[in-house]
Structures are given as structure tokens and as C-alpha cells.
Nanobody, 120 residues
Framework: APQLEESGGGSVQAGGSLRLSCAAS?????MAWFRQASGNRREGVAV???????SYTDSVKGRFTISQDNASNTLYLQMNSLKSEDTAMYYCAADLSRCGTLYPQNFAYWGQGTQVTISS
């Protein structure tokens, strides 16, 4: 089973940028970013499959960019124009056999998360 480790979280002011990374111990078929704000359900942010097909949730389109380096099994999330509502714990998720829609139940493997805090 792949092990996932996120990094790159932190605290920035609104309008700023952060780049999250997720190192996977093995190659995967599908990888995604989710986030969970305090008191809220975990929500999908962006997903990318091994062919590079990408999907974003509407609230981050035009601001966030998901990418991957297949050679190093690393997933990235470039986050620009950050807003206070982007504050959350961000999780990397992966699946070995399919790339479903951005619902947590579609992903078998999860990292521990990295905190992103945006101050206004």
C-alpha cells in the first residue's frame, strides 16, 4: 500500500500563495487533494489521473493548479489568490485502480494532512 506524506502547509495572508507537496512511496493510478475545515465535512479540491486528466472543484478553479511528477511519485497543489475560506487541513489521497469523482469514499489511501491557514 502506498504511503503518502504531505508538506508545504503554513500560514499566509489572503491573496498569497502556497505550494503543497505529497510524496507517495509507490506509483498510483489516481491522486487527489482534499480539505477539511473545522466542523465541516472533507471536500474534494482537485484530482489527477496517471494520464494527466484533471478536475477541480468549482471554488478553486482558476486559483489552484494540481500537477504531478510521475518520476518521483510526487503530487503538487499550487494555490494562488488564497482566501480565508481556503483555511483547512489539506489531505493527499490516492487510489491504485480507478479515478472516481471527488468523494472521499473513492480513495483508499490517505496522508496525515498539512494545515493551511489564511488570515484576512
Amino acid at each position: 500500500a502506498p504511503q503518502l506524506e504531505e508538506s508545504g502547509g503554513g500560514s499566509v495572508q489572503a491573496g498569497g500563495s502556497l505550494r503543497l507537496s505529497c510524496a507517495a512511496s509507490t506509483s498510483t493510478y489516481c491522486m487527489a487533494w482534499f480539505r477539511q475545515a473545522s466542523g465541516n465535512r472533507r471536500e474534494g479540491v482537485a484530482v489527477i489521473d496517471s494520464d494527466g486528466i484533471i478536475s477541480y472543484t468549482d471554488s478553486v478553479k482558476g486559483r489552484f493548479t494540481i500537477s504531478q511528477d510521475n518520476a518521483s511519485n510526487t503530487l503538487y497543489l499550487q494555490m494562488n489568490s488564497l482566501k480565508s475560506e481556503d483555511t483547512a487541513m489539506y489531505y493527499c489521497a490516492a487510489d491504485l485502480s480507478r479515478c472516481g469523482t471527488l468523494y472521499p469514499q473513492n480513495f483508499a489511501y490517505w496522508g496525515q494532512g498539512t494545515q493551511v491557514t489564511i488570515s484576512s
